[in-house]
């Protein structure tokens, strides 16, 4: 064997060692873990995923192997923080998708608001038609109603079927001024003044069997990102659908 291959062997082994020095400092780091959010676990992750990382390189390099690590990569990240060290504002940004899975609940629901609050206007439905015969109306009557985490809470009473949601934190020296930001809500998020993000998505299942376990999915830079995976179930056949079924809704707010 040349120089050269015992100097990638001695390479291989270093980074072979590193990994069992990371491995140690993350079980020790999450044996004294203070919090679900612990800084100090959090950078043992990252070594050890480092680590992990230079030596599946070496190992090709020199046998052509490979190790059974999934090493994320850096599409799978977040750039560099370079917000403020102490930040006095913030911004939180959400996006939750849905799928109209139960179009005559979601109907009759929002049928249900109108005909008990007499504030709620009928008037976004086509002409003869209300609330209860039009989606478009129907949604708007809903989310005008609830507020948006109510509606994630309760989306199955609704006819609504969950996709795939994203919460972003970012963070600012100062507060934006009123109105600012408003024709254009979403486009200033500076990914680098992200502090947190947290994802949810069916595309982080790999074992369906795994249902009742949440996945862990998504980027963080602190925090974490949980994928739920969720029932997928159709909406009923036409003449199905039970009025009766609905749960009463509280319009007493």
């Given at each position: 064997m040349s120089d050269a291959a015992q100097s990638t062997a001695a390479e291989v082994r270093a980074a072979a060692e590193a990994v069992k020095a990371a491995l140690d400092h993350h079980l020790a780091a999450v044996e004294r873990r203070a919090g679900e959010d612990d800084p100090v676990v959090f950078e043992a992750f990252n070594r050890l995923a480092a680590a992990a990382e230079v030596y599946d390189e070496l190992l090709y390099d020199a046998y052509d192997e490979v190790t059974p690590f999934e090493i994320p990569g850096a599409e799978d990240g977040l750039p560099p923080y370079t917000g403020p060290d102490e930040p006095h504002a913030l911004s939180v940004l959400i996006r939750r998708d849905y799928t109209v899975a139960e179009p005559h609940r979601l109907l009759a629901?929002?049928?249900?608001?109108?005909?008990?609050?007499?504030?709620?206007?009928?008037?976004?439905?086509?002409?003869?038609?209300?609330?209860?015969?039009?989606?478009?109306?129907?949604?708007?009557?809903?989310?005008?109603e609830f507020e948006p985490d109510e509606i994630a809470t309760r989306h199955k009473e609704f006819g609504l079927e969950e996709g795939d949601s994203t919460?972003?934190?970012?963070?600012?020296?100062?507060?934006?001024?009123?109105?600012?930001?408003?024709e254009a809500p979403f486009?200033?998020?500076?990914?680098?003044?992200?502090?947190?993000?947290?994802?949810?998505?069916?595309?982080?299942?790999e074992d369906p069997d795994d249902a009742d376990e949440p996945e862990r999915g998504g980027v963080r830079r602190s925090g974490g990102a949980f994928a739920t995976p969720g029932s997928r179930s159709g909406a009923p056949a036409a003449g199905s659908f039970d009025d009766e079924a609905l749960e009463p809704l509280d319009v007493d707010r």
């Open positions: 629901q929002a049928q249900r608001v109108a005909d008990l609050d007499a504030d709620v206007d009928d008037g976004e439905a086509p002409a003869g038609e209300s609330v209860g015969h039009s989606t478009h109306a129907a949604l708007g009557v809903l989310f005008g919460l972003w934190v970012t963070a600012a020296d100062e507060p934006a001024e009123p109105g600012e930001w408003l486009e200033q998020a500076d990914p680098q003044q992200i502090v947190c993000r947290f994802d949810v998505s069916s595309v982080f299942d």
